[in-house]
């Protein structure tokens, strides 16, 4: 029973919520992880797990030292997955409504300095067709701040090289339009009238505007690979994820004097408090630059 509950929770995501594949991916994930523990515990039905056992359970994630960010997600996970089988009547309460989130360090988001991502682009090799593509994705990725699944997603059509402006299915397949600097145009123009021809050969030309060797839509994972071996290449000692480009992305604007409500708009986010905590990061780079330039700092 407990596996057709997680099938029909799953299904109701995908068609009324319609969640990502990476949002249904991780509650599967969160789900999946939660019943096997009380399966451990000799709990035969999801209406079995009271608050004492939700208390265990997350005695239990401590003891295995998950990140205070993972046990916040796999709770959000675990109340939603309840509210629903509360409200399909297949449990009489939500036993997860009474747990407390676990309250997360402050982090700033990490992000390169502008030599920095000099240094990543003079990395790439551009007289190949896939080195003309990796140029363009990594012009994209800085020019837009856009999310590495948002680019992988990118169709052909979506970009309007006259206009400078691309069109973004961002999550929750909500659509926006960004502005395209004029490096990436230049990037995507080299790449679309000589690399792209050369990978997809005598083939049908597909939709996708980035294409791995074969011809196919370059994948998310694909993307992420690239980004690393560029960083091995550039020599960079900094952790690098596709998410440091979109942080970078909007620290750059914002050092340079971009509004907030600017930089919410491009970035796709839904509230303005996801935005502001670029703020401290500025506020950071303002200090450090006072300290250093004025001569009674």
């Not at 995908?14 to 399966?39: C, G, L, M, P, W």
């Not at 675990?78 to 989130?101: D, G, I, K, M, W």
């Not at 948002?150 to 973004?168: F, I, K, M, P, Y």
């Amino acid at each position: 029973m407990m596996e057709e509950w997680i099938k029909k929770f799953i299904q109701y995501l995908q068609i009324e919520k319609q969640a990502s594949v990476h949002t249904v991916e991780n509650y599967r994930i969160d789900i999946d992880d939660f019943t096997r523990y009380i399966k451990q515990q000799s709990l035969s039905h999801f209406s079995d797990v009271s608050y004492e056992v939700v208390r265990l359970y997350l005695s239990d994630l401590h003891s295995h030292e998950y990140a205070r960010k993972t046990v916040a997600r796999k709770l959000s996970s675990l109340r939603s997955f309840y509210r629903f089988l509360l409200r399909e009547e297949a449990v009489s309460e939500n036993s997860f409504l009474l747990s407390s989130t676990p309250k997360g360090g402050f982090r700033l988001p990490t992000f390169l300095y502008n030599e920095e991502m000099q240094a990543l682009f003079d990395t790439i090799e551009v007289k190949d067709s896939l080195g003309q593509r990796n140029l363009a994705i990594l012009e994209l990725l800085y020019a837009t701040g856009i999310r590495i699944s948002e680019c992988a997603g990118v169709n052909v059509l979506d970009l309007d090289r006259d206009l400078g402006t691309l069109l973004v299915r961002g999550k929750g397949k909500k659509e926006r339009y960004v502005p395209v600097g004029s490096f990436a145009i230049e990037a995507i123009e080299t790449y679309l009238n000589d690399g792209r021809k050369e990978i997809i050969g005598r083939k049908e030309s597909p939709d996708a505007l980035f294409l791995n060797y074969r011809g196919g839509r370059l994948s998310v994972r694909s993307m992420r690979t690239l980004l690393n071996k560029m960083v091995e290449d550039a020599s960079l000692t900094a952790r690098i994820s596709p998410h440091v480009l979109r942080h970078t992305f909007a620290t750059h604007m914002l050092n340079a004097g971009a509004d907030l409500r600017t930089v919410q708009e491009l970035l796709g986010h839904s509230h303005l408090s996801s935005t502001q905590i670029y703020t401290h990061v500025t506020k950071d780079r303002l200090q450090e630059v006072y300290r250093h330039s004025h001569p009674r700092a």
